[in-house]
């Protein structure tokens, strides 16, 4: 079990308390109060409307406002209709969606339960990844004791309304956190992302109409229900309103997971929060948000961390998972553990990201040993631009933003190891 | 037949809860992998008549996986997670020590068979780092000797 967050809001306010995690303890705390208000006094179109008036964006890394996303569910439709819970966590940097799940399995329910109400769901389909072995064991204690006490079934709460949940382990791919790709992979075959459109509210799980949202999203949802659009909006920026649970890892003295509101300045988390650097040495570099976002350099970690202020410095929140890197890392290794990580998971459907995944990395490689050329960095920057935009899915873009940003803001240790032929790095980690 | 009736039957059940009956393949595979220790291709020819699909067609899910495995396994499974987070606090000297401990390589079986190690990609253990996966249980905060004594505790 994750220990609770250093720091606190409302989404992890209990989960230093272990009765949380039982049905008891949840409705103790207020649980499940919002989702029988919702079921038994709003309506679906209500529900929507205040999902989108509060702001709520997606917290999978995407960061698309959830209840427009909702609202794309068709409604003249006779067909079954799903939703999906991404709970694949794989963003290398994120651990967030594990506490939500071990610590707030109860929470997450109850957002499910409103979603599923207002797009009319009949099943949730749960795909949770499969290396969290204890969080889903966490997740089905929580199911079940649901469907005991009549929160998951044929009648819902006595409303009328059917509504029950079906857990999934994947099996260790990285790429079925994208959305489509967990479609397939929730059908039982290879987690290849799908052309779109068709989008998923149209043509979803097992072809049918289906919203996916991430474990956190649905965690939040309770919560608006219960305290409304303004109260959610007072929190976090105007852009970015809510709180999100940031994972900070590297060389910071205290490690952990901090729940703050969107527009915390990157420097507090690191600094303040996450105690600094350890050993007086000085940071060189911060990925925000996620070993996809593009990393950050020391001078400029004043920045609120909320999407429409990291994009103006060519980055993204993602999934808020910050990784610190301190002056005597070689940000040239720290390139060839990116390039391997996607050369490794790319699932080898679109040619742009097949090779150009290799390529970058067979390049960084090169450059690292010492046997780098100098053309060799605009060739990586070549294969870059080639690899986005030009696929099915995301995933080759958040291959080659990595490498553009390492490139943008660490050039100069690229291009020392080219001139010294060697890493110039002794202190660095080793590969 | 290889997998066994009971076995079979949780896997009728598990197609129950999808609206396609292949919706249950990797929950299928999940279970029978931990019955058998692996997917064999006579293994996955039984599943393909379950689910009225090719053997072709589990086999290629078995291999896309991680972890799925074709072959026959050690007992244990340990892995080093040595993406960014964990390498940054020395995954990869936990690595490498522990393959000289176990007298492997960095990535593969004792000569007794028992044990497979390897590297994988992030777990979601980062702040708890460096951290190893054995089998299905997560072990976090770790250093060399730690990591060592783990290995010497398997059964």
Known sequence: ?431 | MVIAEAVQAEIRELMACYPEKRGALLPALHRVQQELGHIASETASELAALFEIRPIEVMEVVNFYNMFYSTPQPAHHVYVCTNLPCSLRGARDVLKGLAAHLGVDAEGNTEDGRIHLGHEECLGACAYAPMLRVDDRYHEDLDLEAAKRLMDELD
């Not at chain 1, 979603?115 to 929580?142: N, S």
């Not at chain 1, 489509?180 to 992979?185: F, I, K, N």
């Not at chain 1, 105007?238 to 990157?266: D, Q």
């Not at chain 1, 990586?380 to 696929?391: F, I, P, S, Y």
């Open chain 1, 1 to 431: 079990m994750l220990e609770a967050p250093y720091v606190t809001s409302y989404l992890s306010e209990h989960f230093a308390d272990e009765a949380f995690t039982t049905l008891e303890g949840y409705q103790r705390a207020g649980g499940y109060e919002a989702a029988r208000r919702a079921i038994h006094e709003m309506s679906p179109a209500d529900i929507i409307e205040l999902v989108k008036d509060s702001g709520l964006q997606g917290r999978g890394g995407a960061g698309f406002v959830t209840g427009l996303k909702w609202s794309f569910m068709p409604t003249d439709d006779e067909r079954p209709r799903y939703l999906v819970c991404n709970a694949d966590e794989s963003e290398p940097g994120s651990f967030k969606d594990r506490i939500l799940l071990e610590r707030g399995s109860h929470q997450m329910l109850e957002g499910i339960l409103i979603a599923a109400f207002a797009v009319g769901a009949e099943k949730t389909f749960i795909y949770v990844r499969g290396e969290y072995a204890h969080p889903t064991r966490c997740l089905e204690r929580a199911v079940a004791e649901a469907r005991a006490h009549g929160f998951l079934g044929e009648n819902v709460m006595g409303s009328g309304f059917a509504h029950d949940v079906v857990i999934t382990r994947g099996a260790g791919a990285y790429i079925c956190g994208e959305e489509t790709g967990l479609l397939e992979s929730l059908e039982g075959k290879k987690g290849q992302p799908r052309k779109k459109p068709p989008f998923p509210a149209e043509y979803g799980a097992f072809g049918m109409p289906s919203t996916v949202n991430n474990v956190e999203t649905f965690s939040h949802v309770p919560h608006i229900l219960r305290r409304g659009a303004e109260w959610f909006k007072s929190i976090g920026t105007e852009k970015s309103p809510g709180t999100t649970i940031f994972g900070v890892s590297g060389h910071v003295a205290r490690p952990g997971l901090f729940e703050l509101p969107l527009g915390t300045p990157l420097s507090e988390i690191v600094f303040e929060h996450a105690g600094g650097i350890p050993g007086g040495r000085k940071v060189k570099g911060v990925i925000p948000g996620g070993m996809s976002m593009p990393i950050l350099p020391a001078g400029e970690l004043d920045v609120p961390m909320a999407n429409e202020f990291l994009r103006e410095r060519k980055t993204m929140l993602g999934t808020g998972g910050v990784m610190v890197m301190d002056e005597t890392t070689c940000m040239v290794r720290v390139a060839c553990v990116i390039t391997y990580f996607f050369r490794d998971e790319s699932c080898g459907q679109c040619t742009q990201c097949r090779e150009g995944t290799g390529w970058m990395d067979k390049i960084v490689r090169r450059i690292e040993r010492g046997a780098g050329e100098p053309q060799d960095l605009d060739i990586l920057l070549d294969v870059a631009a080639k690899m986005e935009g030009q696929t099915i899915c995301a995933f080759s873009d958040a291959a080659a933003w990595p490498v553009q940003g390492l490139l943008r803001h660490f050039r100069d240790d690229f291009e020392r190891h080219v001139r010294e032929h060697k890493c110039p790095y002794p202190e660095s980690f080793e590969l």
